[in-house]
């Protein structure tokens, strides 16, 4: 056999090779974007499925529930009984979203803070002065929720004064989003 027969039939080999690796590869990426479309079209995996205030939404191992979220107008005084406040600098109002993160892993999970969206997709983050303004057992920061058990948070987030209707984007660090539409109670 020929030097030449034999570079050309490893190069055949290693060609096919490469197909069959392209090809895996192209099924499973189909696989895992049908997985995530999938997770999107369920009840509470985007936007347009969000599922009400009191049902729960998955994400990976962590069960979001958002259990209340109230107008709390333009000013937030402190509940230690010091009587500070802040007040909405922005001309907005502050919103308290309450929710309850179960962990149903095996393992400890980290959560991060819901995001709020409102129709027109804007995106409003946690206030990051909530100390002493929501009750201590619910002014959570970053949480480790340990596996089989559960952390309850209330986070305030600054919102436009005509507040229109909000979702709350509930993350921890699984494929799935949750959301959920906010039904927020009047100050």
Not at 3 to 12: D, E, F, Q
Not at 38 to 46: L, M, R
Not at 90 to 104: F, H, I, M, P, Q
């Amino acid at each position: 056999m020929s030097t030449k027969k034999i570079v050309l039939g490893c190069l055949g080999v290693i060609a096919l090779g490469l197909l069959g690796f392209a090809g895996c590869t192209a099924l499973g990426i189909a696989g895992f974007g049908k997985a995530v479309e999938d997770a999107k079209n369920a009840p509470g995996g985007s936007k347009a499925t969000a599922v009400g205030m009191g049902t729960a939404v998955k994400n990976g191992d962590l069960v979001f529930t958002v259990t209340a979220a109230k107008d709390a107008g333009p000013k937030l005084t402190e509940t230690g009984g010091r009587g500070t406040a802040i007040s909405a600098a922005t001309g907005g109002t502050y919103v308290l979203v309450t929710y309850t993160v179960k962990n149903d892993g095996k393992t400890s999970g980290a959560i991060s803070k819901p995001t709020l969206i409102d129709e027109q997709d804007r995106r409003y983050s946690h206030t990051v002065a909530f100390g002493d303004y929501v009750p201590k057992a619910e002014a959570c920061t970053l949480e480790t929720v340990p596996a089989g058990l559960s952390q309850t948070c209330t986070d305030i987030y600054e919102v436009p004064a005509e507040h229109p209707v909000l979702y709350a984007q509930c993350n921890g660090f699984g494929m799935n989003e949750g959301w959920v539409k906010l039904d927020i109670a009047a100050p």
